[in-house]
Structure formats: C-alpha cells, structure tokens
C-alpha cells in the first residue's frame, strides 16, 4: 500500500472549475495506476477516472469525460484530476486511490477532499 493525501477541494458556483491533486508520499511511486473516485451523501463511491503510471493510459466515467481530465506528473508522484463545467450534482468528496497490478483491489486511498457546487 502506498500513503496519498489528496488537495485542492473547495467550494466554487456552478460553472467553475477546480483542479484536485492526489500526492503520494513514501516517493516509491510503485502503483500500477492511480483513480479518482467520488462518493454524494446517500450514494455509492464511483469511479470517475483512472491513469497507468506508466504509459498513462486512462479510463473516464461517461458522465464526466467530457468535463474532467485526469494527467500525472511522474516525478511528483501527483495525480491530478482537472473539473470544468461543474455542477450542483458534482458536489461530493473525492477520493484518490492507488492500484498495485492490472484488475487488483483498489487498496490504497487518500484521506478524501470536499467538492461543493453551488447553485
């Protein structure tokens, strides 16, 4: 398991745009692939995006490829998820996590940041 502390949370209207970042300390940067995931009250956690560590292919949610970009700095071992456009039904806490090997447990996960979308 690696340590991720995610940032960068807060709140903005709707339209705004908000740039969270995912830090893993340790600086093993050893993960398969890193995810952001989101959890409403009263709802599950999704999964939104993903990345490879290495080669950084990614995955989106449908609902959210078209205003959300996931991208990694490699030498910082940071993962960053870039939301534009967002909504009131954004509002949620996100979460990073870490995944050790292709289709393994997502067994690593930050501390969760707040997201809130005024309307």
């Known amino acids: 398991q690696v340590q991720l502390a995610e940032s960068g949370g807060g709140l903005v209207r709707t339209g705004g745009s908000l740039r969270l970042s995912c830090e893993e300390s340790?600086?093993?940067?050893?993960?398969?692939?890193r995810g952001w995931f989101r959890q409403a009250p009263g709802k599950e956690r999704e999964l939104l995006a993903t990345v490879t560590w290495n080669g950084g292919a990614t995955y989106y949610l449908d609902s959210v490829k078209d205003r959300f970009t996931i991208s990694k700095d490699n030498a910082k071992g940071t993962v960053y998820l870039e939301m534009v456009s967002l909504k009131p039904e954004d509002t949620a806490v996100y979460y990073c996590?870490?995944?050790?090997?292709?289709?393994?447990?997502?067994?690593?996960w930050g501390q969760g940041t707040q997201v809130t979308v005024s309307s």
């Open positions: 340790g600086g093993t940067f050893s993960s398969y692939s």
């Open positions: 996590a870490a995944q050790a090997y292709y289709r393994a447990p997502w067994d690593s």
